[in-house]
């Protein structure tokens, strides 16, 4: 009987492990990232398949959010530090229109294209299976960064539940700068 | 004159937003009026552990404050809705501090009747409009619909 509970109290604490192990794993690492083709603020179209062969990185955003405003100047200043290493940056913004999106980031001056999902479905799209399963899909990426490699493959995945929050993206740009490096 | 304050009552809160975790609770004692006189609605809001929502009065103007809107009642009047001071919170990993509530607060309306309302019930339509996050992570804007019931004696 003793070895029957002692049997269940390590299961019990593997399975707690194991799920605490996956919390702070990045998630979809390694995978294809979601195509995507979506207008910008600028008006024009962004395509996913036009930025093979380049680094991508992507922040879901939405004007309201505190998480994306703190992260938004460091973004900039990401931008103009690596877009001269052949680094795209892109804003997501989830379930906004154009205007409101134009007007509240006007302060920011971003001079990267901010895309709009206004339908939320490519926010949705990179939801990763079984994470925080109480949030509608298209919440589960919002403030998280990605970093997307030449051949289109996820690289790097800030998803807030998993890691903490990094407005001045230390982490990020310790990847870039090694994905940078090993080429 | 107030001429009593009944049971506490819960009025729970339909959202047709997506799902997403229940992180307020509102709960409004009933509230008995006699015709022609004035008393305050006192709205007791209680936040889930670990969540907050944005204050008020924010300190951007990009976030999303709570807010409050009441439908207009033929016999009754509302004034200016009192909200309690905010709490300072520090959003992890930036040096941005934000205005907020968390835990029970309270919200207070006050009102006015009519000479001439109707003695019995009377319900107010109600909208309570807010933002919420957790250390890590923010939710979606959120409007829960909710009523608050005024007896006339």
Known sequence: MKSIVKSLVLIAYLDLSLAAGAQQDQPMIGQMAPSFTLKAVDGKTYSSDQLRGKYVVIHFAATWCPFCNAEAPYLQ?????????GVEVFIVDVKEDKALVEKSFARFNFSFPVLLDEDGSISTKYAPEGVQPDLARHEVPLASNLIIDKEGKIRFYSLLNTISFDAKLTKLKEK???????? | MIRGIGILTVFLLAGKQPASPDVLKITIPEIVVVAGESSVIKMEVEIKKGYHIQANKVNDDLLIPTTLEIAKDEGITTGRQEFPPAKKFKLEGSDNLLDVYDGNFEIRIPFKTTKKISKGQHILDAKLHYQ????RTCLFPKTIGFSITVKVA
């Open chain 2, 132 to 135: 919420a996050c957790d250390h």
């Open chain 1, 77 to 85: 200043e990401l931008y103009k530090s690596y877009r001269d290493k």
């Open chain 1, 176 to 183: 870039l700068d090694s994905l940078l490096n090993s080429k």
